[in-house]
């Protein structure tokens, strides 16, 4: 599976961003899928997972609330719903397809990541 993330960019607090991560591959639609994030200077970190079918989500407290993920698996892609942005969001953003059917918090569970897409939240 190889992932492209996109839809990175500079916004405000308070604004909302989608983010996209299209897939190839055929085990795409068989795979638990997540996003990460890395802040400048900190450690990458979990933000949100989902199972293959979708019907199984889980977030970091963090974003809980404010934060959707969803996913496509007829066109390959999973998406990143971003809302109510805070300047602690600021990251680059991964998506990762896990080895698994099944969701997962921890990076350990994940065969495949995305090149990452920045996102600036200005205050």
């Known amino acids: 599976v190889q992932l492209q993330a996109s839809g990175g960019g500079l916004v405000q607090a308070g604004d909302s961003l989608r983010l996209s ?8 639609s068989s795979s638990g899928m997540g996003w990460f994030r890395q802040a400048p200077g900190k450690e990458r970190e979990f933000v949100a997972t989902m199972s293959w079918s979708g019907g199984s989500t889980y977030y970091a407290d963090s974003v809980k609330g404010r934060f959707t993920v969803s996913r496509d698996n007829a066109k390959k892609m999973v998406y990143l719903q971003r809302n109510s942005l805070k300047p602690g969001d600021t990251a680059v953003y991964y998506c990762a397809a896990a080895k698994g059917s099944g969701r997962s918090s921890s990076a350990a569970a994940y065969a495949y990541w995305g090149q990452g897409t920045l996102v600036t939240v200005s205050s």
């Not at 991560?21 to 795409?28: E, L, N, T």
């Open 21 to 28: 991560c299209v897939a190839s591959g055929r085990a795409f």
